[in-house]
């Protein structure tokens, strides 16, 4: 059963200390989306990429976030320093590179920052 | 930009009630739409999607909806609802061009009451 995991599943954090957050698309797939989720904003598009290449990073801070693929297998979103506003849960969708195909979403990262 | 609304934020129902959610996207040209499910502690699934042919789409669970291109909407409707039914709702929209951007609406939380 193909699936997108993302880790870690929870975090608590001090202000100012370095979260990462990671994800594995489901193989085969080349589009990979990161959203944050917060009960006032929903869910917010932080950055996508497609074949590894970031093709919008627009909906992040960039001071502070930064998103990367390293490899076809890994995502990864970076904050540093984070902020008690920084706390949401952050989700991880990737899809098969089709814009009328389904976004498959992993379970979620919730981020507490203190 | 694109920009999706849900009208409603929180709707209770009593089993067997009919549930019409609203969804308006901002884009003139071509898009995809599609409303995805949150059930609680779960991830984002999705219910139903259009991409082109007949308006009325008919998704998983009884759920339908129907994109009317003169009013911009992408309503979601479900004849009579049951206690399972309880979720986050969230309408998205790509552009039909192949920007593979999907944007979601803010969410609505629907409690069905047994």
């Known amino acids: 059963d193909a699936r997108v995991t993302q880790t870690p599943r929870d975090k608590v954090t001090e202000m100012g200390q370095e979260v990462t957050m990671r994800c594995q698309p489901i193989l085969g797939h080349n589009t990979v989306f990161w959203y944050r989720q917060t009960m006032k904003q929903g869910l917010e598009l932080l950055a996508y990429?497609?074949?590894?290449?970031?093709?919008?990073d627009s909906g992040m801070p960039k001071d502070r976030f930064s998103a990367e693929m390293p490899d076809a297998t890994l995502a990864t979103l970076k904050i540093q320093p984070s902020e008690p506003r920084d706390s949401a849960v952050y989700f991880c969708a990737s899809g098969s590179g089709s814009n009328t195909g389904e976004l498959f979403f992993g379970e979620g990262s919730r981020l507490t920052v203190l | 930009a694109q920009s999706v609304s849900q009208h409603n934020h929180h709707v209770i129902l009593s089993e067997a009630a009919s549930l019409e959610l609203g969804c308006n996207y901002s884009y003139g040209g071509t898009v995809n739409l599609f409303w995805y499910v949150q059930y609680p502690g779960q991830h984002l699934q999705l219910l139903l999607k259009y991409f082109s042919g007949d308006p009325l789409v008919k998704g998983i669970k009884g759920f339908e909806a129907e994109f009317i291109k003169s009013k911009f909407s992408f309503n979601l409707r479900k004849p009579s609802v049951q206690w399972s039914d309880t979720a986050e709702y969230f309408c998205?929209?790509?552009?039909?061009?192949?920007?593979?951007?999907?944007?979601f609406g803010t969410g609505t939380r629907l409690k069905v009451l047994a």
């Open positions: 990429f497609r074949n590894r290449a970031p093709l919008d």
């Open positions: 998205a929209v790509n552009e039909g061009s192949g920007t593979y951007k999907y944007i």
